[in-house]
C-alpha cells in the first residue's frame, strides 16, 4: 500500500472547515469505493498543551504572544510522529487547521511577522495539498457562534484573511482557493468535485497527486 495522502482545510473562523473536513471524511469512508481516512483538527485541546491553548483562547488570560504561539506550534509538533505513522500506512489525512492557521493568525498580532511565526514550523509534516475556504469576514461575522473565543473580532479576522492570501504566495504545496459563501451542501459539493469557475475539487487533487505517486 502507498503513502497516504494529506489534504488540509483552512480558512478564517467560521468558514465552515469542521462541517466540510467532518463530510469530505465521511464521503471518504462510506463511497462505494472507500478511501481509509483519518480526521484530525488542530489545536488537538485533548493533550496538556491543548488544554492551556483551549484555556487562553476561552478566557481573559494574559500570554505574551511569542509565547502562546510556540504553545500553538508545540501542540502541532507533539502529533507528527502521528501524521507520519497514519500516512505510512496508507491512509489518507483530511485535517481541520494546521500550521498555515498558526501563523496567519499569531502574525495578525501587533510585533509579530510572517517570517518569525513560520520558524517553528520548519520540518513539520507537510500537507500535498491545501484547500482555502474563502468567506469574507463581513459574512463569517453573522454566523452562529461569532464572537465567542478571543480572536473573533472582524478586525482581527481581516488581518488573519490577509495573512492567508500572502502565505500562498510564499509557500508550497499547491493551495485551492473555494468560494465558501454558499450553503454547506453547495460548498460540500464543490470541494469533492466541482471544477467550474476555476475551482478543483478535493477528489479532482486525490486523483491528481496519486497519479503523481505513481
Given at each position: ?193 466541482d471544477r467550474d469557475a476555476g475551482h478543483v ?14
Open positions: 500500500m502507498g503513502r497516504g495522502i494529506f489534504l488540509l482545510f483552512e480558512g478564517a473562523d467560521r468558514c465552515g472547515k469542521t462541517t466540510q473536513t467532518k463530510l469530505l471524511h465521511q464521503a471518504l469512508t462510506s463511497s462505494s469505493s472507500p478511501q481509509p481516512s483519518a480526521l484530525l483538527h488542530f489545536p488537538d485541546r485533548t493533550t496538556s498543551i491543548g488544554k492551556s491553548i483551549h484555556s487562553y483562547l476561552t478566557s481573559a488570560e494574559s500570554m505574551d504572544d511569542h509565547a502562546i504561539h510556540l504553545l500553538f506550534s508545540a501542540n502541532r509538533w507533539e502529533a507528527a510522529a502521528k501524521i507520519e505513522s497514519i500516512l505510512a500506512s496508507g491512509q489518507h489525512i483530511i485535517m481541520d487547521r494546521y500550521s498555515f492557521s498558526g501563523v496567519a493568525f499569531s502574525a495578525a498580532k501587533s510585533g509579530m511577522t510572517l517570517d518569525w511565526c513560520w520558524q517553528p514550523e520548519i520540518g513539520l509534516p507537510k500537507p500535498d495539498a491545501v484547500i482555502f475556504l474563502d468567506v469574507p469576514v463581513t459574512q463569517a461575522a453573522t454566523r452562529a457562534d461569532f464572537g465567542q473565543e478571543r480572536y473573533e473580532t472582524s478586525a482581527f479576522q481581516e488581518k488573519v484573511y490577509q495573512n492567508f492570501y500572502d502565505i500562498m504566495e510564499r509557500v508550497t504545496p499547491k493551495w485551492h482557493v473555494v468560494d465558501a459563501t454558499g450553503t454547506i451542501e453547495q460548498v460540500h459539493e464543490k470541494t469533492r468535485m475539487g478535493i477528489a479532482v487533487v486525490l486523483v491528481a497527486i496519486s497519479s503523481s505517486q505513481e
